[in-house]
T-cell receptor, first 109, second 114 residues
Framework: GQNIDQPTEMTATEGAIVQINCTYQ??????LFWYQQHAGEAPTFLSY??LDGLEEKGRFSSFLSRSKGYSYLLLKELQMKDSASYLC??????????WGAGTKLIIKP | NAGVTQTPKFRVLKTGQSMTLLCAQD?????MYWYRQDPGMGLRLIHY???????AKGEVPDGYNVSRLKKQNFLLGLESAAPSQTSVYFC?????????????FGAGSRLTVL
């Protein structure tokens, strides 16, 4: 079956670095997405990886290892506004998205 | 540029009532989707459309119907609401034509069925 696993909740301190992990099992693979969702709001796109390696976008970076079925989202210089849920989604061979349940990130001052 | 607009934002129904959620996008996107989001679960695809006049079933289609009569609109209907359909519903769209496309989501519609 197809499955995405990510931690339910994480806590970090303002100004620090946090890494949110995601493991996936899909029938075929066409890339890995990360979305950010603030409470009560819509998910918004953060990153997309289809090749192995690290993609950096400002304070946010995303890593993919296709051989390990593993990705992580790295958030640097954490700000209070980064408190949100982070959704991992893998795209299978039919271009269908398989979504994880999301990781709620709590930032403490 | 409004993006994806969902109406209504909130609705309370009694078991057995019917309702329609409306999704409108102004980005000329081909593909549109309806998801539901429940606590502790990932987004689950209800129905989707790859173009005007087309619809297809997703992962959890039972109890829902959809229509896409115009390219910009995607309607989600509940004919006889059940408490299990209490959820937050998100509409999304993307440019289409296959490939790994970025989804643009609406703000969500919170539905409670009593």
């Amino acid at each position: 079956g197809q499955n995405i696993d990510q931690p339910t909740e994480m806590t970090a301190t303002e100004g620090a670095i946090v890494q949110i992990n995601c493991t996936y099992q899909t029938s075929g693979f066409n890339g890995l997405f990360w979305y950010q969702q603030h409470a009560g709001e819509a998910p918004t796109f953060l990153s997309y990886n289809v090749l192995d390696g690290l993609e950096e976008k400002g304070r946010f970076s995303s890593f993919l290892s296709r051989s390990k079925g593993y990705s992580y989202l790295l958030l640097k210089e954490l700000q209070m506004k980064d408190s949100a849920s982070y959704l991992c989604a893998a795209m299978d061979s039919n271009y269908q998205l398989i979504w994880g349940a999301g990781t709620k990130l709590i930032i403490k001052p | 540029n409004a993006g994806v607009t969902q109406t209504p934002k909130f609705r309370v129904l009694k078991t057995g009532q019917s309702m329609t959620l409306l999704c409108a996008q102004d980005m000329n996107h081909e593909y549109m989707y309806w998801y539901r989001q429940d606590p502790g679960m990932g987004l689950r695809l209800i129905h989707y459309s790859v173009g005007e006049g087309t619809t297809a079933k997703g992962e959890v289609p039972d109890g829902y119907n959809v229509s896409r009569l115009k390219k910009q609109n995607f309607l989600l209907g509940l004919e006889s609401a059940a408490p299990s359909q209490t959820s937050v519903y998100f509409c999304a769209s993307d440019i289409g034509f296959s490939g790994a496309n970025v989804l643009t989501f609406g703000a969500g519609s919170r539905l409670t069925v009593l």
